[in-house]
């Protein structure tokens, strides 16, 4: 299988390694998750320069690497039991109707399903990526929540996307997001994601590609 030349660490073949098995998402990870959504609710208090270094400029780098479809490298930012989640209701945080047990989801993807989420954009014939889509993110209003989990730090911050392909409309999506960051091996990684969108109970024309 032919390899993107913009990855210098994960292999397609690694990344497909991870999809064959899910062992982590259980009920007690559903909880945490509904815990999760319950401190996002919370009052934030702005990153001082230690925490920017860290967590904001991360999640930079995860934007730029995003737009630049350079999927192997984004996929390295993850820790080996991550979540990506977008809820498909608005109005949220709200820990019962976001629900990922329970309710119908945009995406909610453990490390196996974003491995074939990756694959399956690069096999270049996915229908609903052909042409594939070019995003710009932007993301600002960055706050850290107190979190109750020991050796989590949770950030959350305010994000702008567009996402164009040729012969298309330009889509703009806008709404919250949280990252949780753990240490893992020594490195700061990201162990979960949620995407709030502002108009997330509206239909969306194409949302394969990765917020």
Known sequence: MNTDPMQDGFTLEDILRDTLESTYIDDAYYAKLRNDMQEW???GTVLNNEERH?????????????????FEKWYQLYSRE?????????DLPDAERADPQRQVTIAFDDR??????IVWLRT???YSQLPPSYTSHVSTAFVRLPSENAGEVKIRSQFLIQEMRAGHEIQTFSGWMGHVFI???GVTKIARKVV??????????NLTFLL
Do not use: F, M, T
């Open 112 to 117: 196996r399903r974003l491995g074939d989420r």
């Open 124 to 126: 270049g014939v996915a």
């Open 54 to 70: 860290a967590y904001e400029s991360l999640i930079l780098h995860e934007n730029w690497l995003l737009d630049r479809r350079a």
């Open 183 to 185: 240490k893992e091996d």
């Open 41 to 43: 609710e919370g009052c």
């Open 82 to 90: 991550c979540v990506y989640w977008v809820p498909a209701v608005g």
């Open 196 to 205: 709030c969108l502002l108009d997330a109970p509206r239909n969306h024309h």
